[in-house]
């Protein structure tokens, strides 16, 4: 393994497991992560500047990083190992679904429903969509807008028709 400075800690770990590592100097950095942190920052920056929002709470910044990973290893790379098999569908053996993971996305308003009983209370409440949970039930993840706590919800009513 190739890896930056920080990641010395790791050598006894990594060599009993027959792993050699290999750390790069001070101030120098490994061109193929620099080259996929820069990827990310453009897919993250272009989702970014398409929101109606003026600033963003650091919850959904972190999730716009992981919704901008989610899709980048939802498909093969053209280097990769497979031409057919995703970075997703090799590791957890688990492949994109159109139905189930693109039903609404990054920054949509929806009202998710949260649980009930037989009273007068509102059943839904306001949240943000983040993204795809990636589970086979294809829920996904919200931004609770009273709260600010992430939402791990199937079901959830747009303003919109779909």
């Known amino acids: 393994m190739l890896l930056d400075g920080q990641f010395e800690p790791l050598r006894g770990d990594l060599s009993d497991l027959n792993i050699a590592l290999q750390t790069c100097g001070h101030d120098d950095h490994i061109p193929e992560a620099e080259r996929h942190i820069r990827t990310?920052?453009?897919?993250?920056?272009?989702?970014?500047?398409?929101?109606?929002f003026q600033r963003l709470p650091v919850r959904m910044i972190i999730e716009l990083i992981h919704y901008c990973t989610f899709w980048l290893n939802a498909f093969p790379h053209a280097d990769g190992v497979s031409d057919v098999l995703s970075p997703r569908a090799i590791m957890s053996g688990l492949g994109i679904d159109h139905n189930k993971h693109c039903r609404i996305e990054y920054g949509a308003y929806a009202q998710v429903h949260k649980d009930h009983d037989n009273t007068m209370a509102p059943r839904t409440t306001g949240a943000i969509a983040l993204r795809p949970t990636g589970n086979a039930q294809g829920s996904y993840y919200f931004y609770h807008l009273?709260?600010?706590?992430?939402?791990?919800?199937?079901?959830?009513?747009?303003?919109y028709a779909q």
Not at 40 to 52: D, H, Q, S, V
Not at 146 to 159: A, E, I, V
């Open 146 to 159: 009273n709260t600010g706590r992430l939402l791990n919800c199937s079901h959830w009513n747009t303003p």
């Open 40 to 52: 990310l920052k453009e897919r993250a920056r272009a989702i970014y500047n398409t929101l109606p």
